[in-house]
C-alpha cells in the first residue's frame, strides 16, 4: 500500500474517541499532500503524537514515548516531529517547546493546521493543490479535500467518530478537559452533514457523534438547531446504517433527545450518561450540577421511553475526601440502576484544576484500588445476570471485522458479538442466534436472515 506513496506519515493516538477522530482527519490531509500510512515510525518521514492527559498514566506514556523519538530524530534529522492534542492544549505550546526541543511542530487538539503549514513553509508535500491561487494556503486548500478517511482504513473501517462540539466549558472541578481543548464550540450542521456524507461513501456504516457534552450541540449556534435535530437530519444519510452519539450529561438530555432516539430508525438505543459519582457531597464538590435523585429520575425517564436501551455511566472512586460510606452511595447505586456497562477510573490530579489547587488527595492508592474492585467485581455480576436474557435469541449485528477465525460486531445497544461465517461480511447487518453469554461478549452463530420481531434488540 505504502509503496504507491514518495513520502510516509505515522501517527500514534492515545486517549479518547475525540482524538481518534482528529487523527483519523490528520491522516486524510496528509495523504492529500502525497503522504501514506506506516505503522512503523522509523520508516515514516512525519511522525504524530496525538496525545491524552486526563490521566497520569497516559501523560508518562507520551514522555516515554517522546523519549524513543528523540533517538530516531537525532540519527534521522529530517524527520518532522509534531506533538498535538490535549498535552499541547490551547497554551501550553511554548513551555513544551522549551521542554521538548527536538519537536518540530505543536498543536492544539483538533487542529492539524500548524502541520500543513510547517510543510508548507519547508515545501515537504507533492500534490498540487494550490495551482489557481499561488497564495492560497495550504490549510484553506484542504478543505476542499474530499477525503475524509485514511486509505488503509477504506473498506476495512466500519464506523468512525465525528466531532459535533469542542472544548467544553461545563468545568468539573477534576476535568482538565476545559484547559487543555477549550470553550465549547459546536460545529455548523452543514460541515458534520458533509463530513457523515464522505464517510458513508468511503464504505463508513456506523458514525459515533462526539462531544463533551454531546447534547448540548447547537446552543452556540446562530442556526435554530439542537442534537434532537441534527440526528433526525443524519437519518437520512444514505449508506448510514447506525447512528450513536456520546458523552451526555443528566442535565441536558431533554425528552426531545429521548424521543429521536427512540424514532428515529437509525439511532440506536444506547445512551451514555456520566454520574461519576452517587454521593450528593461528592457530586457538590465535582460541581456535577445534579443529585442522586436527579439521576435516578432520569434514569426512571429513560427506561420509560426507552426500555430497551443500554444505559452506560462513568464512575470515579477516590474523588477528594471521599468517605467509605460516601463510596458507598456509588455502589448502591450501582445495584439499583443496573448499568449496561461503567467505565470506572479512581481519581487522578490534574494540573490548575479546582480539585487539585483546594482538595487534597487524601484516599490512598490502596484504597482507590479497593473501591475500584469493588465496582468492577460488582458490575461483572449485573452484566453477568443482565447478559443472560440473550441466550438463545436473535441479535441484528453490525460486523466490524474479522479475527482469530471468528467475524465480530455489535449490536444496536452496544454489546459486543463473536459469530463465525465464511463469506465477507465487512459493514453488513447480519442476524446472529446466540448460544454462549458471558459478562462482556456474546457468541452465536449466523443465520439467515429472520423477522425484526425476533430480534432481541
Request: proline share 5%; hydrophobic share 35%.
Amino acid at each position: 500500500m505504502n509503496k504507491t506513496f514518495d513520502k510516509q506519515y505515522h501517527i500514534w493516538t492515545i486517549g479518547c474517541q475525540m482524538n481518534e477522530a482528529d487523527s483519523r482527519k490528520l491522516g486524510a490531509q496528509l495523504e492529500t499532500l502525497g503522504y501514506g500510512p506506516t505503522p512503523d515510525p522509523d520508516e515514516a518521514d512525519v511522525v504524530v503524537l496525538n496525545t491524552c492527559v486526563v490521566r497520569q498514566q497516559a501523560e508518562n506514556k507520551i514522555y516515554g514515548r517522546l523519549g524513543s523519538l528523540k533517538t530516531i530524530k537525532q540519527r534521522r534529522p529530517d524527520l518532522v516531529l509534531g506533538l498535538m492534542g490535549c498535552l499541547v492544549g490551547v497554551k501550553e505550546a511554548p513551555a513544551l517547546q522549551e521542554k521538548f526541543p527536538f519537536v518540530d511542530v505543536f498543536m492544539s487538539p483538533s487542529d492539524g493546521g500548524p502541520l500543513l503549514d510547517y510543510l508548507q513553509e519547508h515545501d515537504l508535500y507533492e500534490a498540487v493543490l494550490l495551482q489557481e491561487q499561488s497564495t492560497r494556503s495550504l490549510r484553506d486548500a484542504i478543505q476542499d479535500a474530499e477525503n475524509v478517511l485514511p486509505i488503509d482504513q477504506r473498506g476495512v473501517a466500519v464506523t468512525a467518530h465525528v466531532p459535533v462540539v469542542l472544548g467544553c466549558s461545563h468545568a468539573c472541578t477534576f476535568c482538565i478537559i476545559p484547559y487543555r481543548r477549550g470553550g465549547e464550540r459546536s460545529r455548523p450542521s452543514a460541515d458534520v452533514l458533509h463530513e457523515i456524507e464522505l464517510l458513508a461513501g468511503q464504505g463508513i456504516r456506523e458514525v459515533m457523534l462526539l462531544g463533551q457534552i454531546v447534547d448540548r450541540y447547537g446552543l452556540d449556534l446562530d442556526e435554530d438547531i439542537n442534537l434532537a435535530d441534527l440526528l433526525a437530519r443524519a437519518n437520512k444519510i444514505d449508506g448510514i446504517h447506525r447512528i450513536r452519539f456520546l458523552t451526555s450529561h443528566p442535565n441536558w438530555m431533554t425528552d426531545k433527545l429521548l424521543e429521536a432516539v427512540s424514532e428515529l430508525d437509525k439511532v440506536c438505543p444506547h445512551l451514555e450518561v456520566p454520574v461519576q459519582a452517587g454521593n450528593d457531597e461528592v457530586l457538590a464538590n465535582m460541581r456535577r450540577g445534579y443529585t442522586s435523585d436527579d439521576y435516578y429520575r432520569l434514569v426512571d425517564r429513560i427506561r420509560d421511553r426507552l426500555p430497551q436501551a443500554a444505559l452506560n455511566t462513568d464512575i470515579i472512586v477516590g474523588f477528594p475526601g471521599e468517605t467509605d460510606e460516601q463510596f458507598m452511595d456509588t455502589y448502591r447505586m450501582m445495584q439499583r440502576v443496573q448499568f449496561d456497562k461503567v467505565h470506572i477510573s479512581t481519581y487522578s490530579p490534574r494540573p490548575k484544576t479546582v480539585a487539585v489547587r483546594k482538595m487534597p488527595d487524601n484516599v490512598t492508592i490502596a484504597e482507590k484500588k479497593r473501591r475500584r474492585q469493588m465496582l468492577d467485581d460488582l458490575q461483572k455480576e449485573v452484566l453477568t445476570a443482565k447478559n443472560a436474557r440473550y441466550q438463545n435469541t436473535f441479535v441484528e449485528v453490525l460486523v466490524e471485522k474479522h479475527q482469530k477465525g471468528r467475524w465480530y460486531g455489535r449490536t444496536p445497544d452496544n454489546r459486543l458479538v463473536y459469530f463465525e461465517g465464511g463469506e465477507d461480511l465487512i459493514g453488513q447487518l447480519v442476524p446472529v442466534q446466540i448460544d454462549w453469554v458471558g459478562p462482556y461478549s456474546l457468541i452465536g452463530q449466523k443465520r439467515q436472515q429472520v423477522n425484526a420481531e425476533m430480534l432481541a434488540v
